[in-house]
């Protein structure tokens, strides 16, 4: 199979350069994958040190400037500001309110996207940030987070796979309180490692919400 990402950004209405640069993204029989980016010398010059794991692996030329070794230094964890870590664990609970009144709607679609794209996006840059205060931030946890299992104790990693939610209400809500338990004590060392304060009326308040929804009948017309 062949993805021709320019051709396709062309064809959606963006302006595109074909004499200075084409890809080709493919997948062989064999099982390999080779993305093939193709531009001129005076393309190549302008972004060629830009990544810092590249690796030149033949220039007939001698056309290549001279690179450092290469290190994936710019994909290490960074440390969070404050600011960072707050705002980080009140998008966390704050939008669990969505995800509670999605389920017992039964509104599966909005439940799910809302639990995917805003607590569990924030649970896993809380992650991230775990396991670079346990590094001294000198490590990447991967494109979305592929390497947590490498990175996490068993504990922590099997309570990160009990996140991950069926379509069934009831292990739906037990991955969200899953998801619940471990921000906490991850976010709890994180705070603790960078002289923060986690915010604990947050996450006592909305559990407290989170539980009272759980319980409520399919007939209710409110909270009690």
Known sequence: MIQEPDKMDQE???????????????????GNRIDLHIET????????????????????????????????????VHKPTEVQFHHCCNEFWWCLQN??????????????????HTSKDMLDRMVSWWVGIQHDFSVSTGKMGKYFKTYLPSPHWEKYESTYADREHEKFWDAVFAACEL??????????HCGF?????????????LRQVRALPQDARGIY
């Open 12 to 30: 959606a209405g963006t302006s595109m350069n074909f004499d200075r640069s084409y890809t080709y993204l493919m997948l062989f029989t064999d």
């Open 41 to 76: 010398q005076e393309s190549m010059l302008e972004g060629y040190v830009s990544d810092k794991l590249t690796v030149p692996l033949l220039d007939k030329d001698h056309c290549l400037p001279p690179i450092p070794a290469p290190s994936d230094e710019d994909y290490h």
């Open 99 to 116: 995800v509670a009144k999605g389920i017992w709607r039964d509104e599966l679609p909005y439940a799910r996207s809302m639990y995917e």
């Open 183 to 192: 921000f906490r004590t991850l976010a709890t060392d994180v705070a603790n």
């Open 197 to 209: 304060t986690y915010n604990m009326r947050d996450d006592e308040s909305m559990l407290g919400y």
